[in-house]
């Protein structure tokens, strides 16, 4: 039996759209911008014919439910599992929701920590509401077999509390803010489908790396007023 293995790294052609300074402006690169619109609506054409792939032509029924609504609270969930786990060095959770590559740079953090050194973090809230930003499925060359991508934006109040070895003082980092691009897998596997696990972070895709290397973007210049 051809066994596959769960984590095949981030899928190719996973878009997020840059923000900030880092997009281009409509006023100053209307013809960039325009550019990269065009190529997000096209991801998003593709990610709505995986979703159809997904649900109604990769297998027979009983059909997959999508669920789309469930994942960005599902993300969240293991969102703070993750760095919750991470923070009390339990390897046992993380192993249970994080897929390999990632599990294996926690254990590598947690081992180097020093023996009697403790961490709190603490999710104080979060800013907005959370989303998918993309959407990538493929097929895995087996009957009834794919692999499902999503990358979610999570915003969020947070901070780290660091006890050293002494146990006589703690550092505390003030909450603050924090992006991150959570990236979720699953797999169905000759039909049956397995739980969603945090494959990853990523940043914002870079114009350049998109449009190729003419699509330089101005930045604003910040000088004395």
Known sequence: ????????????????????????????????RMRLEWYRLKKKWRALQGCITYKFLLKSRPWPKLRR????????RLYETMYTAFA???????ESICH?????????????????????????????????????IVSLGIEESALYQVVVKIRSMQSLERTPTNGVASDTTEAKKM??????????????????????????????????????????????Q
Do not use: C
């Not at 900030?20 to 100053?28: A, D, F, N, Q, V």
């Not at 603490?122 to 907005?128: P, V």
């Not at 990236?183 to 870079?206: A, D, P």
């Open 1 to 32: 039996m051809q066994r596959i293995r769960n984590d095949m790294g981030l899928l190719p052609g996973t878009f997020v759209m840059p923000s900030g300074l880092i997009k281009p402006s409509l006023l100053r690169t209307p013809n960039l």
């Open 69 to 76: 609504g469930t994942i960005a609270p599902e993300a969240k």
């Open 88 to 94: 009390d060095g339990d390897m046992a959770t993380l």
């Open 100 to 136: 390999e590559g990632l599990l294996a740079s926690f254990g590598t953090r947690i081992n180097v920590r020093p023996p009697k050194e403790s961490l709190q973090w603490t999710l104080h809230k979060y800013i907005g509401f959370s989303r998918i930003v993309s959407t990538n």
């Open 179 to 224: 992006v991150e691009y959570v990236v979720l897998q699953r797999m169905m596997l000759r039909g049956k489908e397995g739980r969603w696990k945090i494959w990853g972070t990523i940043e914002e895709s870079k114009v350049e790396d998109v449009l190729g290397d003419d699509a330089v973007v101005a930045t604003p210049v910040v000088g004395k």
